[in-house]
């Protein structure tokens, strides 16, 4: 019977078989799987490209056994790593412990080493990575700040290019010291993967301001004024921003709540001057562009002058010269472009409902 109605099946076309090698454990198993479903060895041969002879042996050989996991058995179960992976994600803390510290200390029962450790964390698509700085932010900040957004992320380009953007920056030589953190691609906003950012107690601070594509008026600090508070605000700063708002009369000012800026003599110099500052959320350098007019400026500056930040010494009017010159660098456009970020910026601190932002 079979015979017979293996006649009537169309063999695949002829192929040359390759008489001089070993089935594969696949190629065995579908001779046998074939050869139970009433197919000839001819058939067979011809449909696997393989001799009769060969089809014969695999069939009469012992039942295929699957395949083995080739290499040694890992060091750790699922359930292992499924609870270092939890451990590891819990806190800032954990998240910047090391493979070493991992396998000596919380881990030390099991009995692996730190290459085991990291080799199970790659297998989940972790790596170590360098932690963002970022502020610290509470409930309540969280919740100005996506307040401030969901009334701004609809304003028109033209009415963010009315505000006079301030803030000042540290510029500092030498490298910092960086965090490393465990973590997967796409984390580095996690709020256990960021470390707080904190403002650099040595250096040379500079201010500057701007609208739409216009610098405003911009000031080295000087050494011999000491540290900026409040007092130093009102009698550098501020005369400042008076005069350029006197000259553009349609600007608003913008000014972030650093001790300084926040300060009710502060307030009330302003106020005596007609200045009406925009109100400004806590802990948002993300939503203020000239941050990353600074992040260019200390760009070209190491760019530009390597040795500095090497820590060669440098007069104190060549460091004042190169910061201006840093600052001169910026184009009219980027800051016409980094205006248009804001509604993306609005939307941004939106979608993290209030939290931490990539700007």
Excluded at 15 to 32: A, K
Excluded at 120 to 145: C, D, N, S, V, W
Excluded at 213 to 231: A, C, Q, V
Excluded at 318 to 340: K, M, N
Aim: charged share 25%; with cysteine; glycine share 6%.
């Amino acid at each position: 019977m079979s015979c017979h109605t293996e006649s009537t099946q169309q063999l695949p076309p002829p192929s040359t078989p390759p008489h001089h090698r070993y089935l594969s454990r696949d190629e065995r198993l579908q001779c046998q799987t074939l050869a139970l479903a009433g197919h000839t060895h001819k058939f067979i041969a011809g449909l696997l490209g393989v001799t009769e002879r060969q089809v014969g042996y695999a069939i009469a050989s012992e039942q295929v056994t699957p395949a083995h996991r080739s290499g040694r058995p890992r060091a750790l179960t699922d359930a292992q790593i499924d609870e270092l992976e939890d451990y590891v994600r819990s806190s800032r803390a954990t998240r910047q412990i090391s493979y070493l510290r991992l396998a000596t200390d919380p881990f030390a029962h099991w009995g692996v080493s730190e290459h085991v450790i990291r080799r199970a964390l790659e297998r989940r698509g972790y790596t170590r990575r360098i932690a963002r700085a970022k502020p610290p932010l509470t409930e309540r900040t969280m919740a100005i700040r996506l307040q401030w957004a969901l009334e701004h992320v609809n304003w028109e380009p033209w009415q963010w290019y009315q505000i006079l953007w301030s803030d000042e920056t540290w510029v500092t030589g030498g490298r910092h010291r960086r965090r490393w953190v465990t973590r997967k691609a796409g984390e580095e906003l996690d709020p256990t993967c960021v470390v707080d950012k904190v403002k650099k107690k040595r250096g040379w601070m500079f201010w500057g301001c701007f609208s739409g594509t216009t610098k405003g008026p911009s000031l080295f600090w000087e050494k011999e004024w000491k540290s900026i508070n409040k007092e130093s605000y009102c009698e550098r700063i501020v005369p400042l921003v008076h005069g350029w708002l006197r000259l553009h009369p349609h600007l608003q000012f913008m000014q972030d709540l650093a001790p300084g800026h926040r300060a009710g003599f502060t307030l009330e110099e302003l106020q005596e001057r007609g200045i009406t500052p925009i109100f400004w959320p806590p802990f948002s350098p993300d939503l203020n562009p000239i941050e990353t007019v600074w992040n260019m400026m200390k760009d070209y500056i190491e760019l530009t002058y390597p040795d500095l930040l090497g820590g060669r010494d440098y007069t104190h009017n060549r460091l004042r010269g190169i910061v201006q010159e840093a600052w001169e660098s910026i184009e009219p456009q980027v800051l016409f472009d980094l205006v248009a970020t804001m509604k993306d910026r609005c939307q941004a601190v939106i979608d993290a409902q209030g939290g931490y932002t990539s700007y």
